[in-house]
């Protein structure tokens, strides 16, 4: 099977503006999670969804947001971009029903904010 | 609220010499636990992961860890280190009250010496 992929690899923007991260999971999985990964605080959770809902949401801004599609495809949207946002950005997909279930990585999106 | 310590920042072995990567959990409940490898500028690799049964378990790359109770820890180990190994390490806690929300570690950064 194809493992996660997210588009684009690298993204550059300046402050201000709004950017939107894709991911693609696992053929079959239902759940995708998002991480931002910075040299300063790590990987910290930012949300899951699965069945196209948001079933579990981490503590960052509402500028942070995100949807899911039928086809379990995901997006990831930043509004109003601060110099902190600058991160690699991590999606994971996993089989996921009610319980703890593996996660798998993408490569991430490097994002930097100029 | 569930934690993990990774207390060593960074590791320096030499090629064929064994290791031990430590990771301390925080979590009153049986903890699911991961250890992932990261590479520069690539996503995680699942290298094994522990959710119930024998507390000794395989993962890929000649890697295994144990997870010890008494202790709260799910310490990594690799009996002779390659140089392809050196890389980043994270170890993992998921939690059935959290879904699928993992935390991290701040990762082990592991170098190889001839």
């Known amino acids: 099977k194809a493992g996660v992929t997210q588009t684009p690899r690298y993204l550059i923007k300046t402050r201000g503006q709004q950017v939107t991260l894709s991911c693609s999971p696992i053929?079959?999985?239902?759940?995708v999670s998002w991480y931002q990964q910075t040299p300063g605080q790590g990987l910290q959770f930012l949300f899951e969804y699965f069945s196209e809902t948001q079933r579990n949401k981490g503590n960052f801004p509402g500028r942070f947001s995100g949807r899911q599609f039928s086809n379990s495809r995901s997006e990831m949207n930043v509004s109003t971009l601060e110099l902190g946002d600058s991160a690699l950005y991590l999606c994971a997909s996993s089989l996921a029903g009610d319980v703890v279930d593996t996660q798998y990585f993408g490569p991430g999106t490097r994002l930097t904010v100029l | 609220a569930q934690s993990v310590t990774q207390p060593d920042i960074h590791i320096t072995v030499s090629e064929g010499a064994s290791l031990e990567l430590r990771c301390n959990y925080s979590?009153?409940?049986?903890?699911?636990l991961f250890w992932y490898v990261q590479s520069p500028g690539q996503g995680l690799q699942l290298l094994l992961k522990?959710?119930?049964?024998?507390?000794l378990v395989q993962g890929i790359k000649g890697f295994e860890a144990e997870f010890k109770r008494s202790q709260s820890s799910f310490n990594l180990r690799k009996p002779s280190v390659h140089w392809s190994d050196a890389a980043e390490y994270f170890c993992?806690?998921?939690?059935?009250?959290?879904?699928?929300?993992?935390?991290f570690g701040t990762g082990t950064s592991l170098t190889v010496i001839p």
């Open positions: 053929s079959g999985h239902r759940s």
């Open positions: 979590y009153g409940a049986t903890p699911y």
């Open positions: 993992a806690v998921g939690a059935k009250s959290t879904g699928n929300q993992f935390y």
């Open positions: 522990y959710f119930s049964g024998d507390t």
